[in-house]
């Protein structure tokens, strides 16, 4: 008898599981399928998970093809089951092709297709909520996007597109999705789109895909203008979609902390924020070279204002951007000065500049500090006049911390949330805002 064991979460189920378990049961002569706790999946930072384990595993049983269930609680179960059970084939989805081969001492190891398109009849009669998200754009950022989602549940990778066919042939192939070089086509076939595109390309994709009534994601800055962005908000609401910028360490629990911190009062009145961020970049990529929309400030502008925006808000008197250009023109270094009725800042980027990527938010009875990278934050103190009393505070960041943009996004298109306070309208309205009046002081 040919023993299989397959293992996953199997929440909100759905065609791709079906037939995974149809063709693991096809394998062998006996199914033994494991099923993650909320427990285990938690440390293994998957979120938004949303049937209970019961209901799980009934779906399971529904299927006819599981012989046997049982339950995956830990990092490592899988080598013990595979001995303690007699297993002879371990077989998972190709999404995870190349993580198990660790198991081939052990059992043979078989990846099979992950299923590229979860129709959407079988969607609309089993399971309304999970949304089939499409990736515009094809670079570093979307392929950083694919980890991540995979580890949001209620939302399935459907296709990517970007007008260079090939572009997006590769990363389909890559990351096992359809490739779309037709805008109309790609548009009719996802639920939600995820904009990661050449910061300029954003408003017009933005803008077609709230037009054929998609939920938007977008990459920061989202644009680069005050205007486009009140149109697009404006746009979104009239057609009851959301649109949300994702700048992650905005949504990132360690920088929730910090602000909730910071507005306690435990640091008395905020009076001066001071945020560096600096990534020493190569002459040659795309933020040191595209002379109209490259530079420090467009490409990390957006992290370094959040904190000022969160904590000194949006009415301030002055800003002042002061800038040290290379040969080509384009910002290698800038500074952003701030002044407010009651409060000063700075914002400081650096891409042909290194400096102590820090966040200093001081106030009329302490200090906070978080050392690079604060934009992940994970971890920071609270001081105060006398040296000793320090608060430290540390908190959990997972993996390229997108997962948990991308969940407060599914959240919001579900309802959970009426309000992004994590990064409200406003200010994404004001950040758009500021990337226009730098620009337009740069002369681009
Ligand atoms: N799957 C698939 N096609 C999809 C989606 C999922 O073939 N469109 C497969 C996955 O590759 C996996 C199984 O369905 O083999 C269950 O998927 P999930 O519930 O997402 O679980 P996962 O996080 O992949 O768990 O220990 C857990 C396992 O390592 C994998």
């Known amino acids: 008898m ?48 949303v049937d209970s384990l019961v209901t799980r595993i009934e779906n399971i049983k529904k299927t006819g093809f599981a012989d046997e269930i049982i339950i995956e609680e830990t990092e490592g179960q899988k080598f013990n089951d595979i001995k303690r059970l007699g297993i002879d084939i371990f077989t998972v989805g190709s999404d995870w092709t190349g993580c198990f081969d660790y198991l081939k001492d052990y059992c043979k190891v ?22 089939r998200v499409g990736i515009i754009g094809t670079g570093r950022i979307a392929a950083r996007f694919m980890p991540e989602a995979k580890l949001v549940s209620g939302i399935s990778a459907q296709g990517v597109y970007n007008p260079h066919r090939d572009s997006a042939a590769r990363f389909a192939e890559r990351w096992e999705i359809e490739a779309y070089g037709d805008l109309e086509e790609f548009f009719e076939t996802v639920d939600v789109v995820y904009v990661a595109s050449p910061h300029e390309t954003h408003y017009g994709y933005i803008k077609g895909a709230l037009a054929h009534g998609k939920h938007v994601l977008c990459e920061k800055p989202m644009v680069l203008e005050r205007a486009q962005a009140e149109e697009l908000f404006r746009c979104a609401k009239e057609r009851g979609l959301i649109l949300f910028e994702g700048i992650k360490t905005a949504y990132c629990p360690g920088f929730q902390k910090l602000l909730g911190i910071a507005c306690s009062g435990s640091i008395g009145s905020i009076r001066n924020v001071e945020a560096c961020f600096t990534k020493l970049e190569a002459p040659d990529t795309r933020e040191l070279t595209d002379r109209r929309y490259g530079g420090s400030f467009t490409e990390l502008g957006s992290y370094c204002m959040l904190p000022i925006l969160k904590l ?39 891409l042909g500049v290194k400096s102590e990527g820090r966040l200093l938010i001081a106030g009329t009875k302490g200090y ?5 990278p604060w934009w992940k934050t994970t971890y920071f103190e609270v001081h105060h006049e006398n040296p000793g009393d320090v608060q430290k505070y540390s908190e959990i960041f997972l993996g390229d911390g997108l997962r948990y943009e991308i969940s407060d996004f599914l959240s919001m298109i579900n309802g959970a949330e009426k309000h992004n306070f994590k990064l409200t309208r406003g200010e994404s309205v004001a950040l758009a805002g500021m990337m226009e009046g730098f620009l337009r002081q740069a002369g681009r």
């Open 2 to 49: 040919t023993k299989v064991i397959t293992y996953g979460t199997f929440d909100l189920f759905h065609e791709g599981h079906y037939r995974l378990l149809k063709r693991a049961k096809a394998l062998g002569d006996y199914l033994i399928v494991g099923v993650t706790t909320e427990a285990y999946d938690k440390t293994r930072g998957k979120l938004n998970v």
């Open 110 to 131: 078989v990846y099979l297709e992950r299923t590229k398109n979860i129709s959407s009849t079988m969607l609309r009669e089993q399971n309304s909520h999970i949304q």
């Open 312 to 350: 000194l808000g949006r009415d301030y008197e002055e800003i002042r951007f002061e800038s040290l250009k290379g040969e080509n023109g384009l910002d290698l270094f800038t500074k952003v000065s701030l002044k407010y009725p009651n409060g000063v800042a700075t914002a400081t980027c650096g």
């Open 368 to 372: 906070i500090v978080a050392e690079a």
